[in-house]
Antibody, heavy 119, light 107 residues
């Protein structure tokens, strides 16, 4: 079964850091690019970041550029999102997601992990 | 960046109704358009990819169309389990932007 499981969410103060992880199983992880998508309370879906299968190409939304870093460990079938200088507006459920095939829609998605930035 | 605009933002409909949601891209995206269903507390569910290809396991009452800049999602006969928020997304270029969502509510 193709599956993604996120972890690492929690409560953090403004200006703090958090590292999210996404464990993949059921497919050849290194063959697929991966994405992070978030949903803030009461808001819609927002694409956050992309990484190619090799890890050589990375892209970020303007809202997180310079603060968030996406990475992956293909040997461990894992995706990461290092979040620094967190702001109140980063409060959201964060999902990792794989494209069904390259440049297609995302399937599967993880179950999501909640990040709350608050003092 | 490519902007995705959905309409309407919300709608009320009855079980059995035919529902159509539109999505417009700020520039041509060919057929790189996907539709998702999202329910509270759940992960988004891919319904259609490449504008009109039905994801495996998705009921045939869902259909999609369009190319270039204008796209539609149609639910031919709304079922109780279809009440949710629907999003379009373009995967033509990065950032792979989502529309703002259309909430489908029970009339």
């Amino acid at each position: 079964e193709v599956q993604l499981v996120e972890s690492g969410g929690g409560l953090v103060q403004p200006g703090g850091s958090l590292r999210l992880s996404c464990a993949a199983s059921g497919f050849t992880f290194s063959s697929y690019s991966m994405n992070w998508v978030r949903q803030a309370p009461g808001k819609g879906l927002e694409w956050v970041s992309y990484i190619s299968g090799s890890g050589n190409s990375k892209y970020y939304a303007d809202s997180v550029k310079g603060r968030f870093t996406i990475s992956r460990d293909n040997a461990k079938n894992s995706l990461y999102l290092q979040m620094n200088s967190l702001r109140d507006e980063d409060t959201a459920v964060y999902y990792c997601a794989r494209p069904y095939y390259e440049s297609s829609g995302y399937y599967p998605w993880g179950q999501g992990t909640l990040v709350t930035v608050s003092s | 960046d490519i902007q995705m605009t959905q309409s309407p933002s919300s709608l009320s409909a009855s079980v059995g109704d035919r529902v159509t949601i539109t999505c417009r891209a700020s520039q041509s995206i060919s057929s790189y358009l996907n539709w998702y269903q999202h329910k509270p507390g759940k992960a988004p569910k891919l319904l259609l990819y490449a504008a009109s290809s039905l994801q495996s396991g998705v009921p045939s009452r869902f259909s999609g169309g369009g190319s270039g800049t204008d796209f539609t999602l149609t639910i031919s006969s709304l079922q109780p389990e279809d009440f949710a928020t629907y999003y379009c997304q373009q995967t033509s270029s990065t950032p792979q932007t989502f529309g703002q969502g259309t909430k489908v509510e029970i009339k």
